[in-house]
Antibody, heavy 120, light 107 residues
Framework: VHLVESGGGLVQPGGSLRLSCAASGFTFSTYAMTWVRQAPGKGLEWVSSISGSGGSTYYADSVKGRFTISRDNSKNTLFLQMNSLRAEDTAVYYC??????????????WGQGALVTVSS | DIQLTQSPSFLSASVGDRVTITCRASQGISSYLAWYQQKPGKAPKLLIYSASSLRSGVPSRFSGSGSGSEFTLTISSLQPEDFATYYCQQLDDYPLTFGPGTKLDIK
């Protein structure tokens, strides 16, 4: 399993950014996926998850209505569209595979992370 | 929302020590608890899922136990590469939540 995030960078408050996560080494369309972020010096915060088909999505209250998770199974890519960004969204954003079965639930493989900085 | 607490927040230990980290949930989460290890500047790594199942490739000195609302992660004999921050996570219900972390450093 290999996950590579891209699209991070510096953006002004109120701006937008789209993160991508290129996946390889597994059958992407059969796996739920998730985004987790980590503000500088802080702990892990779950952001959003999406089912393998893309038909079900879930969001943390802190990003609901501003962020949109999506996926393109033909291109093995996960996305996170981030709008109306705030200073408190500054963090390293990780994509991860989400094993979501009755016998196993965990974020089992992680990308290296993409830094998003929201500042004027 | 389900809240997770971890104790201790910080732990100093020596190579060869046995250490235990506790994670408590604000309500029952069955066995839908995972443990992760994170080293500075690196992505988290899954150690334990379903409270007590060791992820393939993870050394057997790591073990997890518990169900309901109280869980533990035990490292039976600390190795130098184990000094890191450890997080628990509940996957019973959305929003999925992580504990605040336990930083394990060298005494």
């Amino acid at each position: 399993v290999h996950l590579v995030e891209s699209g991070g960078g510096l953006v002004q408050p109120g701006g937008s950014l789209r993160l991508s996560c290129a996946a390889s080494g597994f059958t992407f369309s059969t796996y739920a996926m998730t985004w987790v972020r980590q503000a500088p010096g802080k702990g892990l915060e779950w952001v959003s998850s999406i089912s393998g088909s893309g038909g079900s999505t879930y969001y943390a209250d802190s990003v609901k209505g501003r962020f949109t998770i999506s996926r393109d199974n033909s291109k093995n890519t996960l996305f996170l569209q981030m709008n109306s960004l705030r200073a408190e969204d500054t963090a390293v954003y990780y994509c991860a595979t989400f094993a979501a079965y009755s016998w196993m639930r965990a974020f089992d493989s992680w990308g290296q992370g993409a830094l998003v900085t929201v500042s004027s | 929302d389900i809240q997770l607490t971890q104790s201790p927040s910080f732990l100093s230990a020596s190579v060869g020590d046995r250490v235990t980290i506790t994670c408590r949930a604000s309500q029952g989460i069955s066995s839908y608890l995972a443990w992760y290890q994170q080293k500075p500047g690196k992505a988290p790594k899954l150690l334990i899922y379903s409270a007590s199942s060791l992820r393939s490739g993870v050394p057997s000195r790591f073990s997890g136990s518990g169900s309901g609302s109280e869980f533990t992660l035990t490292i039976s004999s600390l190795q130098p590469e184990d000094f890191a921050t450890y997080y628990c996570q509940q996957l019973d219900d959305y929003p999925l939540t992580f504990g605040p972390g336990t930083k394990l450093d060298i005494k």
